[in-house]
């Protein structure tokens, strides 16, 4: 018997098993996972597009005491500031005590765009009793997901007079949605019968936006011009305006509960507002001793390009600026730097277990995931953290108590994807991903443990300590 105890103790001692996280926490604990899902839930209503994120981020951030920083600006220890790139990314930042040359800069760095469908530039049409609007969808996603479901219209458009307008019409209650059509059942034998990927074709995801005529016999197109009449009275806008507009179709539906017990969040744009969200939280909650940073980016989802994307040198700049405005040598402050880019990674589903290998999957509930490598098959495209700095985060993660688990992205030969990690690292910074699992990612509606939300906060607050 007591051989048998002693082997039950050493394989306590030796072995390594994930932990749920709701099993093993306090009930105090408990609470304010699900308090703190509250304002996530009521950042995703507010904040469907990367606009609308960066300005929900600014409004936070300014209720905390950080104000604006323009390139130039003096910088002293405890120092709360914001930085603004185009209206569609946001920088937060603390000046920490400690010495920049000697201690670098703690970074979390997540995006705020999400898979969506974008109105394209001259997309006004009307045919067969119904006006839509031609779409270009943005990222990687399963079209078919998007029929049939209410879309609302977010964006912005610049008259031609240079006025910037912003619409939102389908989150209110009162307002009306959109809809992308699909075909029946009865009539979609072909359609059922071809890949995933030809289900739906892109040219085919058009948007539904009216079907009233106009109450004139004399023009042609009579709803196209009943629309163009509303929009026109909305905002001001014509036809030509969409030329020089941002406007996508999102789901029109908020965040939700999922569940009798209310653990799960259902909502569009987890990935990657639910990294981003414990970023912004714990860098707004939390004094350091370290200059901490939380980058809130734009393009992930179409590999970070543009001026808005991390791969934008505006990012390098600002991390310059900061170094300079503190008297410290950037190369130093770089070299001394760390990073968590933090980004969601696909949740085991025991629906579809094919394309997972279970023991090295992210398990629900089980805390934020690290990847130590992301990319596809043979790690292609991934920053691949080395050894000596994913020790280093584990102690940390250790001394604070944070639960955690490791991840990859499917079977080695099922797919795979990328984050902003690659792009961080390549200004030698140690980089290593840590993100949230999410079940059907990409989809309109994803989903996510309250416990893995959670927990990505408290790595966070464990990171910048």
């Given at each position: 018997?007591?051989?048998?105890?002693?082997?039950?103790?050493?394989?306590?001692?030796?072995?390594?098993?994930?932990?749920?996280?709701?099993?093993?926490?306090?009930?105090?604990?408990?609470?304010?996972?699900?308090?703190?899902?509250?304002?996530?839930?009521?950042?995703?209503?507010?904040?469907?597009?990367?606009?609308?994120a960066c300005a929900v981020s600014v409004e936070?951030?300014?209720?905390?005491?950080?104000?604006?920083?323009?390139?130039?600006?003096?910088?002293?220890?405890?120092?709360?500031?914001?930085?603004?790139?185009?209206?569609?990314?946001?920088?937060?930042?603390?000046?920490?005590?400690?010495?920049?040359?000697?201690?670098?800069?703690?970074?979390?760095?997540?995006?705020?765009?999400?898979?969506?469908?974008?109105?394209?530039?001259?997309?006004?049409?009307?045919?067969?009793?119904?006006?839509?609007?031609?779409?270009?969808?943005?990222?990687?996603?399963?079209?078919?997901?998007?029929?049939?479901?209410?879309?609302?219209?977010?964006?912005?458009?610049?008259?031609?007079?240079?006025?910037?307008?912003?619409?939102?019409?389908?989150?209110?209650?009162?307002?009306?949605?959109?809809?992308?059509?699909?075909?029946?059942?009865?009539?979609?034998?072909?359609?059922?019968?071809?890949?995933?990927?030809?289900?739906?074709?892109?040219?085919?995801?058009?948007?539904?936006?009216?079907?009233?005529?106009?109450?004139?016999?004399?023009?042609?197109?009579?709803?196209?011009?009943?629309?163009?009449?509303?929009?026109?009275?909305?905002?001001?806008?014509?036809?030509?305006?969409?030329?020089?507009?941002?406007?996508?179709?999102?789901?029109?539906?908020?965040?939700?509960?999922?569940?009798?017990?209310?653990?799960?969040?259902?909502?569009?744009?987890?990935?990657?507002?639910?990294?981003?969200?414990?970023?912004?939280?714990?860098?707004?909650?939390?004094?350091?001793?370290?200059?901490?940073?939380?980058?809130?980016?734009?393009?992930?989802?179409?590999?970070?390009?543009?001026?808005?994307?991390?791969?934008?040198?505006?990012?390098?700049?600002?991390?310059?600026?900061?170094?300079?405005?503190?008297?410290?040598?950037?190369?130093?402050?770089?070299?001394?730097?760390?990073?968590?880019?933090?980004?969601?990674?696909?949740?085991?589903?025991?629906?579809?277990?094919?394309?997972?290998e279970k023991m090295n999957s992210a398990m629900?509930?089980?805390?934020?995931?690290?990847?130590?490598?992301?990319?596809?098959?043979?790690?292609?495209?991934?920053?691949?953290?080395?050894?000596?700095?994913?020790?280093?985060?584990?102690?940390?993660?250790?001394?604070?108590?944070?639960?955690?688990?490791?991840?990859?992205?499917?079977?080695?030969?099922?797919?795979?994807?990328?984050?902003?990690?690659?792009?961080?690292?390549?200004?030698?910074i140690d980089t290593v991903d840590l993100g949230?699992?999410?079940?059907?990612?990409?989809?309109?509606?994803?989903?996510?443990?309250?416990?893995?939300?959670?927990?990505?906060?408290?790595?966070?607050?464990?990171?910048?300590?």
């Amino acid at each position: 018997m007591s051989e048998k105890n002693n082997a039950q103790k050493l394989q306590e001692k030796l072995s390594y098993k994930k932990k749920n996280y709701f099993e093993i926490a306090s009930e105090a604990e408990r609470k304010a996972m699900y308090s703190y899902a509250k304002g996530y839930m009521a950042y995703l209503d507010a904040a469907k597009t990367e606009r609308e994120a960066c300005a929900v981020s600014v409004e936070m951030a300014k209720l905390k005491g950080f104000t604006e920083y323009r390139f130039g600006d003096a910088l002293k220890p405890g120092d709360k500031k914001y930085f603004v790139n185009r209206g569609k990314s946001v920088v937060v930042f603390r000046v920490g005590t400690k010495n920049l040359e000697e201690d670098g800069i703690r970074l979390i760095a997540s995006h705020i765009d999400a898979p969506r469908i974008d109105i394209k530039q001259n997309p006004l049409y009307e045919d067969s009793g119904m006006a839509f609007l031609k779409t270009h969808y943005y990222g990687g996603i399963k079209k078919y997901q998007w029929t049939a479901i209410p879309l609302a219209l977010h964006g912005v458009v610049v008259l031609k007079d240079g006025t910037k307008v912003e619409l939102n019409i389908g989150e209110a209650a009162t307002d009306p949605v959109f809809y992308i059509n699909d075909l029946l059942p009865h009539l979609g034998g072909d359609q059922m019968g071809g890949k995933a990927t030809k289900i739906v074709e892109g040219e085919q995801l058009n948007v539904v936006v009216g079907a009233l005529p106009y109450a004139d016999e004399e023009v042609k197109d009579k709803i196209k011009l009943t629309v163009l009449a509303m929009l026109n009275e909305k905002c001001g806008m014509c036809e030509e305006d969409f030329l020089s507009a941002e406007l996508s179709v999102v789901p029109a539906y908020p965040a939700r509960d999922i569940g009798l017990d209310r653990a799960l969040i259902g909502a569009y744009g987890h990935d990657d507002r639910v990294c981003a969200y414990p970023a912004l939280t714990a860098v707004l909650d939390q004094e350091s001793p370290h200059t901490v940073l939380a980058m809130l980016v734009d393009k992930e989802e179409i590999g970070s390009e543009g001026t808005t994307g991390i791969q934008c040198k505006v990012y390098e700049d600002l991390m310059e600026e900061i170094s300079i405005a503190l008297g410290a040598n950037f190369r130093k402050v770089r070299a001394n730097s760390k990073c968590l880019s933090s980004d969601v990674t696909a949740a085991y589903d025991p629906n579809f277990a094919g394309v997972y290998e279970k023991m090295n999957s992210a398990m629900l509930s089980c805390g934020t995931a690290m990847c130590k490598f992301t990319g596809a098959r043979g790690k292609s495209g991934s920053n691949d953290a080395n050894a000596e700095f994913v020790g280093e985060v584990r102690k940390m993660f250790a001394e604070e108590g944070v639960v955690w688990q490791t991840a990859e992205l499917g079977k080695v030969d099922a797919g795979g994807g990328g984050t902003v990690a690659k792009f961080v690292a390549q200004l030698n910074i140690d980089t290593v991903d840590l993100g949230v699992p999410v079940i059907s990612m990409h989809a309109p509606w994803e989903v996510i443990s309250k416990a893995d939300l959670y927990s990505n906060y408290k790595a966070f607050l464990a990171f910048m300590k």
